[in-house]
């Protein structure tokens, strides 16, 4: 039976919650963890299945993008960043955190990325309809997901320190790892 040592993380929110800047921050404290955003990845490994105009972003191909990072997840200490996360498979994630931020510090972020004004509005609608949030809780485990505030420099200081002290609880609580394999 396959095991992984370590952790699998999903950080996921809607574009501008600060996603990258939590997964730097806890792969820069943790060192064993790699950061994998989802999108360089997508680009590194060709998975994409087009281009959309009108939101001016590549299309991934979903099943081409599990493929390549499954065997990534089954080695575990992975930290994925992306706003999308039911499609990775329950049995190699070990915790989704989804980032929410205010709607006024979303727009300026999203704003000072230079972000057209349509994106802008659906990502700022993806938000208070909570899209991400509830696409984690129809795909994984609800002992799994958390929300958390992402407004500030300190809510990100303060997320890191829980996701690390989730980290310390999971090793102690999984001294031999967790099995890469569907539980029945």
């Known amino acids: 039976m396959s095991t992984r040592p370590l ?15 939590h997964c730097e921050r806890i792969a820069n404290e ?10 360089d990845f997508a680009k ?11 939101r ?10 599990v493929d390549a990072m499954e065997p990534l997840l089954e080695r575990g200490a992975i930290l994925i960043d992306w706003h999308a996360n039911d499609l990775f498979p329950e049995r ?4 989704v955190v989804v980032l929410k931020t205010d709607n006024g510090v979303l727009y300026e ?13 659906e990502n700022i609608d993806c938000e208070i309809m909570g899209i991400v949030l509830n696409e984690a809780r129809e795909g994984y485990a609800e002992e799994i997901v958390v929300e ?5 420099v300190e809510d990100i200081e303060s997320n890191v320190e ?23």
């Open 7 to 21: 952790p699998n993380i999903i950080i996921t929110g809607t574009p501008g919650t600060g996603k990258s800047s």
């Open 30 to 39: 943790l060192g064993a963890f790699t950061h994998i955003n989802v999108t």
């Open 44 to 54: 590194e490994h060709d998975c994409f299945d087009g281009y959309d105009e009108e």
């Open 56 to 65: 001016k972003s590549h299309i991934v191909d979903e099943d081409k993008l």
């Open 92 to 95: 190699l994630i070990d915790l």
């Open 109 to 121: 972020r999203l704003e000072k990325r230079g972000y057209a004004q349509n994106k802008i509005d």
């Open 148 to 152: 958390l505030d992402s407004n500030s």
């Open 162 to 184: 829980r996701v690390i002290s989730w980290i310390d609880t999971w090793k102690l609580n999984n001294p031999l790892g967790a099995s890469n394999e569907l539980s029945v």
